[in-house]
């Protein structure tokens, strides 16, 4: 399923691929004979539009003589059938007579009003006025234009042809009305929606007529005031070019597409040499490390990829990745067996400091003038906090708890050195204070990494709970009255164990009553920290300790974590959590 998958991919690319540069050449070649024909048709049009405006002037220039024309063309639309008949004798008199020469001078310079007169002499006037203009546009050369017209527009739909160059008069009344719609008609569209704004400039559209010819009309105003919308227009047929210039830019079509097909073919076979059978040699190497892991096999396959593009780097990366991958692999593997040696090694270093530490509750059966508990939860697999609690004689029992700088391993040595030395001298020296004192000094002068250790140590004197402690940089203790309220005790601190040779100790005495109890503990305990970053503090610890007065050792510690856990939750513990507690029953 996997193989299909992968060719039908490769497929997609080369078609899509194709389909893309296809798609671009296409369009290219649309735009330009796009705009190859559209400037061709617009420099055609552009000398029409001269030669046009070349007659268009002459009609122009011929009108502005024309004082009556507006009358003319009203008389010519509501007198059709007048315009078509003969003179009478009376108006052939009329006609050939000086008189109506003289009147024809005075109606064209505007001295007098045809409306005026009566109407043989109104139709003798209106009839030479439009003999004129169809002697004028008989005149015009026909060589260039398919028609010559005088059109007047009444509405949207209709309009007045009133002469062309075809018929030189009218044919009867309903001629003379036609239709000439503005939806076929772009000058009459903009002459109804804007009328005429400037009566001497020429207009133009194209007409694409019902029986598929294509005509270029040009109009000029010949009487757009007093009601009457008038135009001459010239029709000019350009069908032949139009027919040309589509046949030239089909054919240019036809033969771009073969070009265009030729190049896609030569681009595909390039892009298939360059980049497809390229990246199927890279997929075909990266199978084959995946089966069988042989760098040196897809180094191989890969330089035969000889292509000088971004493909030819992919291939040349891929195969230092393929060597990269299988020096982390063996890197990996060695670091693994280091790992599960060192692992093995913390386990049994963990193994030794959790022997080295009282661990047997209750920790001295037969006495039953206290009770004692102790725990170490270690931040690492193992930590630099210890306690000890062992009985100098059987009138006298020391407690020890203690901190060591740093983590780890080196703190774990080190705490060892430092638990076994206090053990040693507490059995020499009966003053807290003096064992401190000589420890420090012992400590200091093998002490080449500079470590050191806090500490609280005491000696209880079992038969009369006088309790007897010197505390080296450690936190304070809290104890406990009969009633069983835990207070803070806020002792003499000297200097750190290690630090410096020479020191001397402070100790300090408390009487411990039947029920009265102790508890000390290291900075693990109020420095927990919550996902606030806010410390936990020796306050909620104070509190949790009270909050069963009545407990025994064991309870108050479970408590007392419990309360560190709550407020901590998910954030991670950073230092090592160590408490010992102490009950005070009373002599026997």
Same mark, same amino acid.
């Given at each position: #399923?996997?193989?299909?998958?992968?060719?039908?991919?490769?497929?997609?690319?080369?078609?899509?691929?194709? /389909?893309?540069?296809?798609?671009?050449?296409?369009?290219?070649?649309?735009?330009?004979?796009?705009?190859?024909?559209?400037?061709?048709?617009?420099?055609?049009?552009?000398?029409?539009?001269?030669?046009?405006?070349?007659?268009?002037?002459?009609?122009?220039?011929?009108?502005?003589?024309?004082?009556?024309?507006?009358?003319?063309?009203?008389?010519?639309?509501?007198?059709?059938?007048?315009?078509? =008949?003969?003179?009478?004798?009376?108006?052939?008199?009329?006609?050939?007579?000086?008189?109506?020469?003289?009147? !024809?001078?005075?109606?064209?310079?505007?001295?007098?009003?045809?409306?005026?007169?009566?109407?043989?002499?109104?139709?003798?006037?209106?009839?030479?006025?439009?003999?004129?203009?169809? /002697?004028?546009?008989?005149?015009?050369?026909?060589?260039?234009?398919?028609?010559?017209?005088?059109?007047?527009?009444?509405?949207?739909?209709?309009?007045?042809?009133?002469?062309?160059?075809?018929?030189?008069?009218?044919?009867?009344?309903?001629?003379?009305?036609?239709?000439?719609?503005?939806?076929?008609?772009?000058?009459?569209?903009?002459?109804?929606?804007?009328?005429?704004?400037?009566?001497?400039?020429?207009?133009?559209?194209?007409?694409?007529?019902?029986?598929?010819?294509?005509?270029?009309?040009?109009?000029?105003?010949?009487?757009?005031?007093?009601?009457?919308?008038?135009?001459?227009?010239?029709?000019?047929?350009?069908?032949?070019?139009?027919?040309?210039?589509?046949?030239?830019?089909?054919?240019?079509?036809?033969?771009?597409?073969?070009?265009?097909?030729?190049?896609?073919?030569?681009?595909?076979?390039?892009?298939?040499?360059?980049?497809? =059978?390229?990246?199927?040699?890279?997929?075909?190497?990266?199978?084959?490390?995946?089966?069988?892991?042989?760098?040196?096999?897809?180094?191989?396959?890969?330089?035969?990829?000889?292509?000088?593009?971004? /493909?030819?780097?992919?291939?040349?990366?891929?195969?230092?990745?393929?060597?990269?991958?299988?020096?982390?692999?063996?890197?990996?593997?060695?670091?693994?067996?280091?790992?599960?040696?060192?692992?093995?090694?913390?386990?049994?270093?963990?193994?030794?400091?959790?022997?080295?530490?009282?661990?047997?509750?209750?920790?001295?059966?037969?006495?039953?003038?206290?009770?004692?508990?102790?725990?170490?939860?270690?931040?690492?697999?193992?930590?630099?906090?210890?306690?000890?609690?062992?009985?100098?004689?059987?009138?006298?029992?020391?407690?020890?708890?203690?901190?060591?700088?740093?983590?780890?391993?080196?703190?774990?040595?080190? #705490?060892?050195?430092?638990?076994?030395?206090?053990?040693?001298?507490?059995?020499?020296?009966?003053?807290?204070?003096?064992?401190?004192?000589?420890?420090?000094?012992?400590?200091?002068?093998?002490?080449?990494?500079?470590?050191?250790?806090?500490? !609280?140590?005491?000696?209880?004197?079992?038969?009369?709970?006088?309790?007897?402690?010197?505390?080296?940089?450690?936190?304070?203790?809290?104890?406990?009255?009969?009633?069983?309220?835990?207070?803070?005790?806020?002792?003499?601190?000297?200097?750190?164990?290690?630090?410096?040779?020479?020191?001397?100790?402070?100790?300090?005495?408390?009487?411990?009553?039947?029920?009265?109890?102790?508890?000390?503990?290291?900075?693990?305990?109020?420095?927990?920290?919550?996902?606030?970053?806010? #410390?936990?503090?020796?306050?909620?610890?104070?509190?949790?300790?009270?909050?069963?007065?009545?407990?025994?050792?064991?309870?108050?510690?479970?408590?007392? =974590?419990?309360?560190?856990?709550?407020?901590?939750?998910?954030?991670?513990?950073?230092?090592?959590?160590?408490?010992?507690?102490? #009950?005070?029953?009373?002599?026997?």
């Amino acid at each position: #399923m996997q193989e299909k998958t992968g060719k039908t991919k490769k497929q997609k690319l080369v078609i899509q691929v194709g /389909i893309i540069t296809f798609l671009i050449f296409v369009a290219t070649l649309t735009f330009t004979l796009f705009s190859d024909y559209t400037i061709t048709r617009d420099a055609y049009l552009s000398s029409k539009n001269e030669m046009i405006d070349r007659d268009l002037n002459n009609f122009r220039d011929y009108m502005k003589g024309v004082r009556i024309l507006e009358w003319g063309v009203k008389y010519w639309r509501e007198h059709t059938g007048e315009m078509m =008949r003969e003179g009478t004798k009376e108006e052939q008199a009329l006609m050939e007579g000086d008189e109506m020469e003289n009147l !024809w001078i005075d109606c064209l310079s505007g001295d007098v009003d045809p409306a005026g007169l009566d109407p043989a002499r109104q139709w003798l006037i209106a009839s030479r006025l439009f003999n004129r203009f169809a /002697i004028t546009l008989k005149n015009t050369d026909r060589l260039y234009y398919a028609r010559i017209f005088i059109i007047g527009i009444l509405d949207e739909d209709t309009s007045c042809l009133y002469m062309d160059d075809k018929t030189y008069s009218l044919e009867g009344d309903a001629d003379i009305v036609i239709s000439y719609p503005a939806s076929e008609h772009s000058v009459v569209k903009q002459v109804l929606k804007d009328g005429v704004k400037d009566e001497e400039q020429s207009l133009y559209e194209i007409y694409h007529d019902p029986d598929g010819t294509e005509y270029y009309i040009g109009y000029i105003p010949l009487c757009v005031s007093g009601g009457e919308r008038c135009f001459i227009g010239i029709r000019y047929d350009w069908s032949d070019f139009y027919s040309s210039l589509l046949s030239k830019a089909r054919n240019s079509m036809i033969a771009g597409l073969l070009v265009l097909l030729l190049l896609n073919g030569l681009l595909m076979l390039f892009l298939y040499r360059k980049a497809i =059978r390229p990246v199927l040699k890279v997929k075909s190497g990266v199978e084959d490390y995946m089966a069988d892991k042989d760098s040196q096999a897809v180094s191989d396959k890969m330089n035969s990829i000889r292509v000088h593009n971004e /493909i030819g780097v992919l291939a040349d990366r891929f195969s230092d990745l393929a060597t990269e991958i299988d020096r982390y692999t063996k890197e990996i593997l060695a670091l693994n067996s280091e790992k599960a040696r060192i692992s093995t090694e913390l386990s049994l270093a963990t193994n030794i400091q959790s022997s080295m530490l009282p661990g047997d509750f209750p920790a001295f059966p037969d006495r039953k003038e206290f009770e004692i508990y102790a725990s170490m939860t270690p931040a690492k697999e193992v930590g630099g906090d210890f306690y000890d609690y062992f009985l100098i004689d059987d009138d006298h029992l020391c407690l020890v708890i203690a901190d060591v700088s740093g983590k780890g391993v080196p703190a774990a040595l080190f #705490m060892m050195a430092a638990m076994i030395t206090l053990r040693n001298l507490a059995k020499q020296e009966t003053s807290p204070a003096g064992i401190l004192a000589k420890a420090n000094d012992a400590i200091c002068s093998t002490n080449k990494e500079e470590m050191f250790v806090t500490v !609280w140590l005491g000696i209880l004197e079992i038969s009369t709970g006088k309790l007897t402690a010197a505390n080296a940089g450690h936190e304070y203790p809290v104890f406990s009255g009969e009633k069983g309220h835990f207070e803070l005790y806020k002792d003499k601190h000297g200097f750190v164990v290690g630090g410096m040779s020479g020191v001397k100790y402070r100790e300090y005495e408390a009487l411990l009553t039947p029920g009265s109890r102790l508890f000390v503990y290291t900075d693990g305990v109020p420095e927990a920290t919550n996902a606030e970053n806010e #410390m936990y503090g020796t306050e909620r610890m104070v509190d949790a300790l009270n909050q069963k007065k009545d407990a025994s050792p064991e309870e108050i510690l479970t408590t007392v =974590r419990a309360s560190v856990d709550e407020f901590v939750k998910d954030a991670e513990q950073f230092d090592d959590l160590t408490m010992l507690c102490l #009950m005070y029953n009373g002599a026997k």
